[in-house]
């Protein structure tokens, strides 16, 4: 079988368990964080279903990405959104440190046309993955910050990027490899993102 096809079926299942879990604890301890950590689950694991099916009925790539490409884009946009509920009304610290850190993410999404062929995805990926960055590397230096979870944010943007940058170099996606090994981990750390949060709830 196409380990393509296992590893996004291995995604949706994951994410969805998650999206699930996490809407469970925003009815439990009313707080948006939650509902925002769902709906980013929900949309990741959406545009993977798409590409799921895809597979499976036709049996190649799909050759148009926008019904993915947006979905993902909006599961960043919820993910920037969490960050900033958890800044709440506190502005973010300037910083060189800051800004460039943001610059060379969005400047390899772009070299690397990160989200399909599409330049406008490209670019809106860039800004949404900029605006992350910039803030959750602002919030750690601030000694109020997140701590963890603020570096677990970074970690699960940092393998998004590794993941398209070894894409370009892989031939073969019906075999288990390096992608792949990415991908998982990926979908992994997603998922973590849920008990870092609720970890973080109980901390207050």
């Known amino acids: 079988m196409n380990f393509e096809l296992i590893d996004n079926c291995f995604q949706v299942t994951v994410l969805l368990c998650a999206a699930l879990a996490a809407a469970a604890a925003a009815f439990r301890h009313k707080d948006r964080r939650f509902l925002i ?82 330049v406008f995805v490209s670019a809106a990926f860039a800004g949404v993955v900029f605006a992350i960055v910039y803030l959750t590397v602002s919030r750690l230096r601030r000694k109020s910050g997140g701590g963890l979870i603020d570096c677990w944010v970074l970690l699960c943007v940092g393998l998004q990027l590794l993941l398209y940058v070894v894409s370009v170099f892989m031939r073969d996606f019906t075999r288990f490899n390096l992608y792949f090994a990415v991908d998982i981990t990926l979908t992994f750390s997603f998922a973590a993102l849920l008990p870092l949060a609720l970890r973080e709830v109980a901390g207050k």
């Open 37 to 118: 950590l769902a709906l980013f689950f929900i949309c990741v694991s959406m545009g993977t279903l798409y590409w799921v099916l895809h597979l499976f009925i036709f049996g190649n790539v799909p050759q148009v990405f926008y019904v993915s490409e947006f979905s993902w884009l909006a599961a960043y946009l919820f993910l920037l959104s969490f960050q900033m509920v958890r800044t709440d009304r506190a502005r973010p610290l300037f910083s060189l440190l800051s800004l460039s850190c943001a610059l060379v993410t969005a400047a390899v999404v772009l070299v690397f046309r990160m989200f399909g062929p599409s």
